[in-house]
């Protein structure tokens, strides 16, 4: 028997639990029988016992060098390092929906371990519907896409590797996160469906998949900076988004959860939006399985590979079934959604959430609208077109910098309405802060009037941001604590609202980042012989030679280059190419990419000619490094949002909240 | 919240939210109208760019292999010149610039720019697809 074997058999278990518990849950609500639902409890648990199972098994298969699975002879080899080989469980197709499948057992686990803080109505539901996904996923997995799936004949003695590409330590960590945040969506959808045919929209009920989602939020910011920040140091061209198709399709579920997120603030606070936000929930979980469907259907002609594969069909399906189940199920309940109070005035904490909900659904909507526009053109009658990134860059800087600018009003407004007179004693300050910077900034050379005016709107949301922050330091600080105290103790006992403010710290950070390279970057292109140099910007470098380097599986070539700034020489760079002798025709390049303050500079060898020539691209990239810090600051907020209160501070707030929605009565 | 506080009379949504709303329903409609026209590029075959009229102004896409042994470089001046072949015809190709890591006989190029009808396809930008069996969702 090899692991392969006892991969199979923990599949098929995995599957009858899976479709036992869905029965059981069902059932048991339905009945009200609290044996059956602890039943399907329990079997949820051996769901994810046997997918861990599974799981295992094939990992062992990696290691053990097992080629007689058609997938380990396809994605690793005997030279590989074995934590190559471990990653390479998710590195292709079918071993990535094994960990799609593992991940959503182990949230479906951790749901029914900390499932007695939900409303018990709604927990059979939300097992019902997280056992529904699992059981479609293992079924691919059992059918179309079976990593376990042996080689008729005697196994090759070797195999084939992992694409160099993926060699990356970016890579081991990367992807799973992607996959993990797509998948997560999968949590608040199964609370959406459960609420839906409870016909129970609680505040408990928003409480709990407000967490879930803001989890969710938290796994996928961390795919996209991972991916951004992969694509930047391997890929070459200088950037970090290209608005592929394959990156809008994890963008998308990431600008919805965001409107989400925003959104039930006004549905915890007003009672209002309770059908809009069930819509974004599902809408995040459709775009989830959307996305991997466009991925692996092949529909869409981008850059990037898209393989294509069998699976395609089935997802397009799913997401069928799924939308027209919610669709149908949100129809029934219209009724009983509506909204416990009305809009007052635009110039409210409400008015800017539904400003904030347009703009990303703006967003959301244009980045589909160009995905899928070959696909829409075509359907038209017309030819085949597509649009590129000065399509996206056009469209969603705007709508972006208009967001960033609510973001910094937003805070300053009270529910519903707010006295002119106090938001602009608030905003000068900022309003100040913006017009001194849009002053000062063509002194030091920024003469694009759109850049100009994104970094001082930038300015001005940081401003706004920084100054309500050292307003609330400054009571505090009134009252006897210390300045660092009293910031420590804002953000202990106002998480949600603080760990906001460090999200849209770090949004404005990235933008900051992102206005700088887009605007401000810098390309040259040299061909080179030793001794020779070229200047760019501040920098000059200084070309000595190439250097050929043997290794047991790899070749690396790398040219040798001095930067000099100032007449004086920082350091020695090394960009280069590797060839993996499995993968011969796909090298991979080594980019220098050395960071100066807040500019980049990255060097790529493009070509070269024996040992005293190369062509090499030299970008240099502004403000680049702002980019990642402001994406550690969104994930740092995300989780301060997401990190649970003490008790203590619990009780406090359901002591407080009454006396408030009197104030609000009144 | 408490049932006391639901407001069970309908009131109209305010004229200034309506207002509000349509500008900036307008204005994403805009920006995304505006900006497909700017930008929507042609994507053709090989023997729909033999009938182009608009292919001298309007930059233009092109899917197709390079055939076998049709690469010629002059690495001092950065040109390319290459025949790619969409199936059922071929196309000479001329380009300027950094050429992609995994560019080789036998992959798919996609290429964009200006073709006059005569003399080889004037390529701005040459795209390279990765050819393998790189089958996972991550995003490159």
Not at chain 1, 221 to 226: A, P, Y
Not at chain 1, 453 to 464: L, N, Q, R, V
Not at chain 1, 468 to 492: C, D, I, K, S, T
Not at chain 1, 524 to 552: C, F, H, T, W
Request: with cysteine.
């Amino acid at each position: 028997m090899y692991f392969s074997d006892l991969g199979t058999i923990a599949l098929i278990l995995a599957l009858c639990f899976a479709l036992y518990a869905l029965i059981a849950a069902v059932l048991g609500a339905i009945r009200d029988s609290a044996p059956l639902i602890a039943s399907a409890k329990r079997s949820a648990l051996m769901v994810t016992f046997f997918l861990l199972v599974a799981s295992a098994a094939l990992i062992a298969s990696f290691l053990t060098h097992d080629f007689g699975v058609n997938y380990v002879a396809q994605h690793s080899n005997l030279a590989m390092p074995w934590y190559y080989t471990t990653a390479a469980f998710y590195g292709g197709q079918e071993g990535s929906l094994l960990y799609w499948g593992l991940m959503l057992a182990v949230f479906a686990a951790i749901f029914v371990l900390t499932s007695r803080r939900v409303s018990a109505a709604l927990v059979p539901y939300v097992i019902a519907t997280l056992m529904g996904i699992e059981a479609f996923l293992l079924l691919m997995l059992m059918s179309v896409s079976n990593p376990f799936v042996r080689v008729h004949g005697a196994p090759p003695p070797d195999g084939n590797g992992l694409n160099p590409l993926l060699m990356d330590p970016g890579m081991l960590i990367h992807p799973p996160m992607l996959l993990m945040g797509y998948m997560s969506f999968a949590v608040p959808f199964a609370f959406a469906v459960a609420a839906l045919i409870k016909g129970e929209l609680g505040s408990e009920w928003l409480r709990t998949i407000r967490r879930w989602t803001l989890a969710s939020w938290s796994i996928q910011t961390t795919g996209l900076i991972l991916g951004a920040w992969w694509a930047y140091h391997v890929l070459g061209w200088g950037g970090y988004w290209g608005w592929d198709p394959v990156e809008n399709a994890a963008l998308l579920p990431w600008l919805t959860a965001t409107a989400f997120l925003h959104s039930t603030m006004v549905q915890e606070r007003r009672g209002m939006l309770k059908g809009w936000n069930l819509c974004l929930v599902i809408a995040s979980f459709a775009l989830s399985i959307f996305g991997t469907f466009e991925v692996r259907s092949g529909i869409i002609n981008s850059v990037h590979s898209f393989a294509y594969s069998a699976v395609g069909p089935y997802f397009l399906a799913f997401l069928f079934i799924i939308l027209v189940f919610s669709t149908a199920l949100f129809l029934c309940r219209l009724p009983k959604l509506r909204p416990e109070h009305e809009f007052d005035s635009v110039l409210s904490r409400e008015g800017i959430f539904l400003l904030n909900n347009l703009l990303l659904l703006g967003v959301t909507f244009a980045t589909l609208w160009g995905t899928l526009f070959p696909l829409i053109s075509a359907a038209l009658g017309k030819q085949t077109m597509t649009v590129g990134p000065p399509f996206y860059n056009h469209v969603n800087g705007p709508l972006l910098v208009l967001l960033i600018l609510a973001m910094g009003v937003g805070p300053l407004l009270a529910w519903r309405r707010t006295s002119t007179h106090a938001l602009w004693r608030n905003l000068s300050v900022p309003a100040v802060a913006a017009a001194l910077c849009a002053a000062v900034l063509p002194l030091l050379g920024v003469n694009d009037v759109a850049a100009n005016i994104g970094f001082s709107i930038c300015m001005f949301t940081a401003g706004a941001i920084l100054y309500e922050l050292w307003r609330g330091v400054r009571v505090r600080h009134a009252h006897g604590e210390p300045y660092l105290l009293a910031l420590y103790m804002l953000f202990n006992r106002y998480r949600q609202r603080y760990g906001g403010y460090l999200v849209h710290l770090g949004l404005v950070l990235l933008a900051v980042g992102v206005i700088g390279s887009h605007f401000f970057q810098v390309q040259q292109d040299a061909v080179l012989k030793s001794g020779q140099e070229m200047s760019i910007a501040d920098y000059r470098l200084v070309y000595l030679g190439n250097i050929d380097m043997q290794e047991p599986a790899k070749q690396s070539i790398t040219a040798q280059l001095q930067i000099w700034r100032d007449g004086q020489l920082q350091q020695y760079i090394y960009p280069g190419r590797v060839f993996y002798h499995n993968f011969a025709d796909q090298p991979v390049s080594q980019i220098s990419i050395t960071t100066y303050g807040m500019v980049d500079l990255y060097v790529f060898l493009a070509n070269w000619d024996g040992a005293g020539q190369a062509t090499i691209r030299v970008f240099v990239n502004p403000l680049v490094p702002l980019v990642w810090y402001g994406g550690l600051l969104m994930l740092l907020g995300g989780i301060t949002c997401w990190w649970p209160q003490r008790r203590k501070t619990l009780m406090h707030r359901s002591i407080a909240q009454p006396q408030l929605a009197k104030e609000v009565a009144v | 919240m408490q049932p006391a506080l639901t407001v069970p009379t309908r009131k109209r949504i305010p004229w200034s939210f309506v207002l509000a709303g349509i500008a900036i329903f307008g204005a994403i409609f805009y920006l995304i109208y505006a900006n497909t026209q700017a930008n929507a590029v042609y994507y053709l075959t090989v023997s729909e760019l033999r009938h182009c009229t608009i292919c001298t102004v309007q930059s233009v896409r092109v899917a197709g292999v390079v055939q076998d042994g049709s690469i010629v470089r002059d690495d001092q001046r950065q040109l390319i010149s290459f025949v790619m072949n969409d199936g059922k015809q071929s196309l000479p190709v001329a380009y300027t610039g950094v050429v992609p890591d995994i560019f080789r006989p036998g992959i798919q190029v996609v290429v964009e720019g200006h073709y006059s009808g005569q003399g080889p396809f004037q390529a701005q930008t040459l795209l390279a697809k990765c050819p393998s069996k790189f089958t996972t969702s991550t995003t490159h």
